[in-house]
């Protein structure tokens, strides 16, 4: 009984104590680069600096004009904060042999990863896409946000910012 | 009282194994110490509603519920290598169109994982995929109720450079309840450039994969005796160089005698084959892919989407806007199908004749897909092997779509997508209607975006789809406002102009809004909905028409 009730008590202070308790590191799953071969994501690092991680997909309209028109700026994001933007493709089998070719197409810069057995994207409680984290310096998950309207890259590109100025974003 | 007991077997758990894992010496305390600081929790929440009314016009029923509502929480826990998590799902009762299967409330998903060095185990439930799939793809597309995830035991083992190896065993998922069948397998990879000294530093890069699945299922039946253990094996390759890559896979399945393929006994095989060439501003894709007999399920008995252990791919491209993607979409012929693709895309650079002062894209998309070549042999009170197929020959057309597309920026305000897609859509065999007539359509779409300023702008979508056949012409308008970072409002209305029943030719208007902050987003709706296929990530679910007001809400932290 008493195991039973401290269990109860367990269990209330880790989820009162989420806010506070959690880290917020990025989760160290296995997915695999454009050319098949593996990465763990627990090796997603940027120096110190910014680090946009957004899951996206070859069929995803809002995903892919989120990510062309970030591209568009995307050399003087970098020049200015140092950010690195990583596209987290969840194609499956159907279209994972499309995206190096549409990556390259476009001319994209960022660093590409698929994530086709949806390891990453669970690991990260993503429900659907265009959903983008933001990661500061640290390696601390500090932002999130899901869907994709035109202009909401500016209000990331703020953050970003505020992040490779070491200030903190609420 | 239910979800109570949940928790707490939930967190005897997460501490047993959480304590076992730290090393037996350390004191509770400890344990519970790091459990609370060192652990992370994160997950996600997603609950859609609607409320139906009846609309004898386009055919929404009445629901005697009148509200019905599907949601999920998801919870996973991470500690260093260690992770379990839970979910619990709830229908009350299923939306409209998803499986009726989902009825009531439960947890359905939940499981503990650790890693170590070499070393990854996992118990309860996985998914889980062996190379392209064409043998094993466990996955889940909650938007559409598809899920087959396993239930049981994963290990993955690392025993040398470059080398992995994948091993489970387990039931699959069939709604609230698990299959009868038991399915066990095991997958090695070898990545050479990795495991081969020689080859380090080689430009070339080559993974090798091999894979055996095997599923036991009793014979009960009367009529036939049956395989009670049914394997099948695949073998594949990518290879990486500069700009090309090549991914090839065969899979061969032992003689399977199925519901899907009226319970003859020939082997099934499957071969996909995609080759790439990219260079920065262009990409080239070609695949090809035939299935024979390929339909593997856990349950030899069962249909749809239920049980399937494997995964074959469609070769078709996925659209997305409204008319292209829901009308006439492909979905793939398990028992047979012979399936090419090309796609193409070019960027035109700044300052180029066509490129104009902001580039333009360019893409080209070409996709078939015919029924396997078939001689029948006639053979029911024999051998049932039921048909031979000459690889070199293709059946009946199933499936036919060339599309084009040009998207353009105009101004620093204006920026313009514009697509043409002709298809052919063989709607006796993919929906399963006799008799209808194939359909021949063509569909113009202009998607221009006019953005005011930084936060402000409006995208306008106008679709055409044009053809003799089926329910005629449809034309649909969207606008799309937007107030960046966090609101939208969108009007629409779809319009089948062209039936031949004036009194079928039916505006379907919506009207929505949506607000997101942070990783939370609500979204509201009212009006109609047609009816139509609803696919996601290349699972398609049929859709009643209905109308009314429907809420969604999604939550991930």
New interface residues.
């Given amino acids: 009984m008493t195991l ?1 009730l401290n ?2 008590i ?2 209330f ?2 989820f009162s ?2 806010s506070f ?5 990025i ?1 160290a799953v296995d997915v695999k680069k454009i ?4 990465f763990n994501t627990g090796d997603i690092e940027n120096d110190g600096k910014p680090i946009i991680i957004n899951f996206w ?5 809002p995903c892919k004009r989120e990510l ?1 028109n970030i591209a568009e700026m995307y050399e003087e994001w970098v020049e200015e904060t140092g950010v690195k933007l990583i596209a987290l493709s ?1 194609d ?7 995206v ?8 994209w810069e960022y660093e590409v990863y698929i994530d ?4 990453f994207k ?7 896409v265009p ?1 983008t984290f933001l990661v500061d310096g640290n390696g601390k998950i500090v ?5 994709y ?4 890259e ?3 590109f703020e953050l970003v910012k505020k992040l490779s100025e070491g200030e903190s974003i609420d | 009282m239910k979800n109570y007991s949940l928790l707490t077997s939930a967190a005897s758990i997460l501490l047993a194994f959480t304590l076992t894992f730290i090393g037996g010496e350390l004191k509770a305390q400890q344990g519970i110490d790091d459990v609370l600081n060192n652990g992370e929790i994160r997950g996600n929440f997603q609950l859609e509603a609607q409320y139906y009314q009846e609309d004898s016009l386009i055919g929404a029923q009445d629901v005697p519920e009148k509200i019905l509502s599907n949601g999920f929480l998801n919870l996973i826990y991470t500690n260093g290598s260690f992770s379990m998590g839970v979910r619990y799902e709830s229908y009350l009762n299923a939306l409209l169109g998803f499986p009726e299967g989902y009825r009531g409330n439960g947890v359905t998903y939940r499981f503990a994982s650790f890693t170590q060095e070499k070393m990854s185990v996992t118990v309860g439930n996985f998914y889980e995929q062996f190379g392209n799939g064409l043998i094993f793809r466990t996955y889940e597309e909650r938007g559409l109720g598809y899920d087959n995830m396993m239930d049981g035991v994963r290990v993955k083992f690392k025993p040398a450079p470059g080398l992995s190896l994948t091993g489970i065993t387990g039931k699959q998922r069939l709604f609230f309840e698990y299959g009868e069948g038991i399915v066990r397998g095991l997958d090695a990879e070898f990545y050479l450039n990795d495991g081969i000294s020689a080859l380090a530093n080689s430009k070339t890069q080559i993974i090798l994969g091999a894979s055996g699945i095997s599923k036991y299922q009793p014979d009960q039946d009367s009529r036939y005796v049956l395989p009670e253990n049914v394997g099948a094996v695949a073998g594949r390759v990518n290879i990486t160089h500069g700009f090309f890559n090549v991914n090839a896979e065969y899979a061969w399945k032992a003689n399977d005698p199925s519901a899907d393929n009226g319970y003859i006994y020939r082997p099934g095989e499957a071969l996909f084959v995609q080759a790439s060439y990219s260079r920065k501003g262009f990409g080239l894709v070609l695949a090809a892919k035939r299935n024979d007999n390929m339909s593997f399920r856990s349950d030899r008995t069962e249909g749809q989407q239920n049980l399937l252990i494997n995964y074959l791919p469609a070769l078709t491209k996925q659209h997305t806007y409204n008319l292209l993607a829901t009308l006439y979409p492909y979905a793939v012929q398990l028992n047979g199908e012979v399936a090419f693709q090309a796609d193409l895309i070019y960027k035109f650079d700044k300052g180029s004749v066509l490129g104009g002062k902001y580039g333009m894209d360019v893409q080209f998309n070409v996709a078939t897909a015919n029924n396997i070549d078939t001689t029948m042999l006639n053979d029911e009170r024999t051998t049932r092997q039921g048909y031979t197929s000459d690889w070199f020959k293709r059946g009946e057309l199933y499936f036919q779509d060339i599309n084009t597309q040009i998207t353009k920026k105009f101004s620093k305000k204006v920026k313009g997508r514009f697509t043409y897609a002709n298809l052919i859509y063989n709607q006796d065999v993919i929906e399963g209607k006799p008799g209808v007539p194939v359909i021949r359509a063509n569909v113009g779409i202009a998607d221009v975006t006019y953005k005011f300023n930084m936060r402000n702008s409006l995208r306008t979508e106008v679709q055409f789809l044009l053809t003799e056949q089926d329910q005629g012409d449809w034309a649909t308008a969207i606008f799309e406002y937007s107030y960046a970072p966090h609101w939208f409002f969108a009007i629409m209305d779809q319009y089948n102009y062209g039936n031949e029943d004036p009194e079928r030719q039916i505006h379907y208007y919506n009207a929505s809004m949506g607000y997101n902050n942070g990783g939370n987003r609500i979204t509201l709706s009212y009006g109609r909905q047609r009816a139509g296929i609803f696919c996601v990530g290349g699972v398609c679910r049929v859709v009643p028409a209905s109308s009314g007001l429907y809420l969604s809400l999604t939550s991930s932290f």
């Fill in positions: 039973r269990l109860l367990v269990l202070l880790s104590a989420l308790a959690q880290n917020n590191e989760p050319d098949g071969t593996t997909a070859t069929w995803c309209s062309n969840i499956d089998a159907r279209n994972m042999g499309k190096a070719p549409y990556v390259n197409g476009k001319g086709p057995n949806g390891d669970r690991a990260l409680g993503v429900n659907n959903h932002w999130q946000h899901n869907s309207s035109e202009g909401d500016y209000e990331l």
